[in-house]
């Protein structure tokens, strides 16, 4: 979900005011304590609150729920942990917080409460182990329990694939059926074939992709093409060396194909795109194809106008060098600063329950849990289950140091200035980034 500045508003349903700051209360028993869970208010968190009802019910322990919108989730719960605070007993916190947050004494490691209450990460997918959960990554030190998957999608038009005069048209212009693509080539295709054709006496464009330069957006969306070119954050066999990994020439051409589909294939205005406005574009009817993250799949099925039989999804498709997407989502961790850590890890015990996880799944949430995902009817559970499971099955993520929010914010600046305004080409975006990023870990004292 990776989301660490969301710029977006809240979309498919979540409604801040149902559960919002200081709102949200579950009933406790008598003279039984409550404890505050913090996350961002949308879908998803409306199911936990109806998901912690039983929490309440077995344990006694009332619940509290701190939901804010993802424009302001950052910055409020950040704020929170970097001033002490003890509002939230309980985090919902982005993978990229992971770092600094352990570092800085900010969550309770869990090392020994789940080796004490029995909790396995073997039990859960080893991309949510290491993206929600690790610092240092691929150690086995844990700051949080793997609580919400989620990973970049695509949705697309299904009613607008059957249709018989696109069928026919589509095979004459590039002498094959059209369907689902497999490879990136084959979404551009798909993506420049419907930019500016006549739907239903209405002209559509070809896909919505994140473009947005403020917080987060254009990093989680170019990473799914750099990824599939090659592009690797630095040296698997030295840390930090990042010449020739995130420079090298396949990631220029990941780059540049990332370009093209934005000047090729966007709908008019298209230059700060990110969820919101990605939901908003297919929702509407302007696209065929939508770069989204899954959390939001349940809402757009549900859409009595573009859902059901009309929509589609698929994988993040397969480039020259592979095929890999972008990680989203959150662990779970107790706030170090918190007065209820006692309660808060009787919330975590209780969560990582199997039967937890399995309607956790069924009322919305995305489980990290292997009991869940897989079960032999996972992937028919719901029409994106096949597809979420593969997704997770090749997750990156971006970096999750200490010094993540001054990555992101390098990486976010090179590459809208060459993906959008049109500035230098990208072979400079990437040098330039390597530059960035070397005067930041220096300033950190890494050796690379």
Known sequence: ?????????VACGAVVSAFGVGAGTTPAQAQGKTITLCWAAWDPANA??????????????????????????????????????????LIIGDS?????????????KLNDFFKKEGISMDDYMPATVVGYSEW????????????????????????????????TDFKAKYGRDIGVPKTLAELRDIAQFFQGREIDGKKVYGASIYTERGSEGITMGVSNYLYDYGFKY?????????????????AVKGLEAYKDLYKCCTPPGASNSYMSEGLDAFKSGQVALQMNFFAFFPGLYKDPNVGGDKIGFFVNPAGPAGQATQLGGQG??????????????????WFSGGDVQKKWWALGGYSCAKSVLNDPSFPNSAPFAKEFLQSMGMVVDFWAEPSYAQLLQAEQKRVHDYVVADKGTAQEALDGLVKDWKAIFKEEGKKF
Not at 145 to 155: E, F, H, I, K
Not at 235 to 247: C, E, I, R, T
Not at 332 to 349: G, P, R
Request: net charge neutral; aromatic share 14%; charged share 20%.
């Open 1 to 9: 979900m990776k989301r660490t500045l969301k710029a977006l508003v």
């Open 48 to 89: 936990l609150v109806e998901l912690s009802k039983d929490f309440t019910a077995k344990s006694g322990i009332g619940m509290k729920f701190e939901f804010v919108p993802w424009t302001n989730y950052a910055d409020r719960f950040l704020n929170e942990l970097n001033s002490h605070g003890s509002l939230c007993d």
């Open 96 to 108: 990229q917080w992971i770092g600094g947050a352990a570092e800085n004494g900010q969550y309770v």
């Open 136 to 167: 240092p990554k691929n150690t086995p030190n844990y700051w949080a329990l793997p609580a919400m998957g989620d990973a970049v999608g695509w949705t697309y038009r299904k009613d607008w694939f059957a249709r018989p005069d696109v069928q």
């Open 234 to 250: 630095d040296d698997p066999k030295k840390p930090y060396s990042m010449d020739g990994f995130v420079n090298s020439a396949s």
């Open 332 to 349: 779970i961790s107790v706030v170090s600063y918190s007065k209820n850590q006692a309660e808060a890890l009787q919330y975590i015990k």
